[in-house]
């Protein structure tokens, strides 16, 4: 069996069209949705992501502040400049680029935003209303994952599926999602004891790990749909996912490729929160 490829340029163009459309529509009612990002410090890899947001926005419609800070900000300063964005009618979405330098404590700014305004979807608000399947902003990378499995015509209901990681930005939030679906979830860790036997039995297999080919051809299903979020920057300086791509295909109905996978479509996802933020606060 060879794999088809789940593309996510394709995918996170039409959800940007989406977010375009909405906008386009927030925009005759007099509402432009707007996102503040904020950058702390000089990470290579926020810093492409951090323009990849801007130029999204751009894309749709929808007006951006980008505020770069210094790599020695302190908590307090980070802290005054998430209140005013918060106080601020104009802005909808505030977005802090995670990691934060060590000084800062990255609960407390998570904490700072409001939950109205929090388009990552990371507040202990949003977190706990995703669980309980409340109305939330859902976290972009999880809800760019169930958008991918479900382009592919396969029912997620009834059937198994196995996310490998137990981030509170992907793992958690992917297994809930997939287990709001009617799916049969199980979440493996880096202390689970038989993973490649729970792998092989997955219909779904989500792979949020951090390692580069984590995944092996032997740990995959035949037919399986493998959704791989991992973007690891190899010694080759290129990018690679936390499966085996090769092997992989080689077993997978569908699979997403590293690059032009979920990074695309958790950056479109973002677009959407965004703009049912400023739909939300103005009352529309
Ligand atoms: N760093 C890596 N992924 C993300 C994300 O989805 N949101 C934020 N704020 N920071 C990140």
């Known amino acids: 069996m060879q794999a088809q490829i789940i593309d996510g340029k394709i995918l996170s163009a039409q959800v940007k069209a989406e977010a375009a459309a909405e906008t386009a529509a927030l925009k005759e009612k007099g509402v432009t949705p707007c996102l503040a990002v904020i950058l702390v410090g000089e990470d290579p890899a926020s810093q492409v992501y951090v323009r990849g947001k801007a130029k999204d926005c751009h894309d749709c419609g929808i007006d951006s502040r980008v505020i770069r800070l210094p790599e020695e900000t302190t908590q307090a ?6 209140g ?3 106080a601020d009618k104009a802005v909808n979405g505030i977005l802090v680029q995670l990691p934060l330098p060590a000084q800062i404590d990255e609960k407390a700014v ?4 409001p939950p109205e305004k929090d388009v990552d979807g990371f507040s202990p608000v949003n977190v706990g209303r995703m669980q309980i399947g409340e109305p ?6 999880p809800a760019g994952c169930i958008r991918m499995i479900e382009s592919t015509g396969t029912p997620i209901e009834g059937k198994r599926a196995v996310v490998i990681g137990r981030s509170n930005i992907v793992g958690k939030p992917a297994a809930l999602l997939l287990l709001a679906k009617n799916a049969t979830v199980t979440i493996c860790h880096s202390r689970t004891a038989n993973l490649k036997e729970l ?6 297999l989500v792979a949020a790990v951090g390692k580069a080919g984590f995944v092996t051809g032997d740990m995959i299903k035949p037919g399986a749909v493998v959704i791989d979020v991992g973007i690891n920057r190899g010694e080759d300086g290129k990018l690679h996912g936390d499966v085996d791509f ?4 080689e077993k997978a109905s569908y699979i997403t490729p590293v690059p032009g996978g979920v990074g695309l479509m958790t950056r479109a996802m973002l677009m959407k929160n965004t703009v049912q933020a400023a739909a939300r606060q103005n009352g529309l």
């Open 136 to 141: 939330c902003f859902l976290p972009c990378t």
């Open 110 to 113: 998570i904490d700072a935003i």
């Open 84 to 86: 005013e964005l918060a």
């Open 199 to 204: 792998c092989s039995s997955a219909d779904i």
């Open 246 to 249: 090769a092997a992989a295909c």
């Open 77 to 82: 300063e980070l802290l005054k400049l998430v």
